[in-house]
């Protein structure tokens, strides 16, 4: 299995700059409706969420804007599950031009599993550890990402 198509939207004009160009929050804005979109591939959808008071927390974000996107584009989200645990998930999203490989911009994520009740970390049910499992394994072929792991710092 290729990385999932989590979400797919044009670019919206408010989400537009002074220069034509989607501004960087709203990156994140789309990686954020992706990662949504991936909780109900896992089981973890409003229903669900009702249901156990379980979430997904967000951790560790890195964002890495590699090409500008200008309004009137139409883009879609790649995700790729790099790992996880009986209590996280580690997410990588590309965002691309419509039917087009070279990624605009990626995105990595660190997701806790939350009981909202605590607020406390809580075991993924077994139900959605055997759908992370499936993508995972669905995915094994796949190769680690040019932007995963990236550390921000100067040269030096």
């Not at 408010?14 to 896992?42: P, Q």
């Not at 927390?57 to 790649?78: A, I, M, P, S």
Request: hydrophobic fraction near 40%; charge should be negative.
């Amino acid at each position: 299995m290729p990385a999932l198509q989590t979400y797919r939207t044009p670019l919206m004009p408010d989400w537009v700059d002074y220069n034509g160009h989607l501004r960087d929050a709203f990156y994140l804005l789309i990686f954020s409706y992706a990662t949504d979109a991936f909780m109900e591939c896992i089981g973890l959808d409003g229903d669900n969420r009702e249901a156990t008071g379980h979430s997904l927390f967000t951790l560790e974000c890195h964002l890495n804007y590699l090409h500008e996107v200008k309004l009137g584009t139409e883009v879609t989200v790649r995700t790729q599950v790099l790992g996880h645990d009986r209590k996280r998930v580690h997410l990588y999203h590309s965002l691309h031009r419509e039917g087009i490989d070279e990624a605009l911009a990626a995105n990595e994520q660190m997701l806790l599993h939350v009981d909202l009740a605590g607020p406390k970390s809580a075991v993924f049910a077994p139900e959605v550890l055997e759908r992370l499992q499936g993508i995972v394994a669905e995915q094994a072929n796949l190769p680690v990402p040019e932007f995963v792991g990236r550390v921000m710092k100067l040269p030096g």
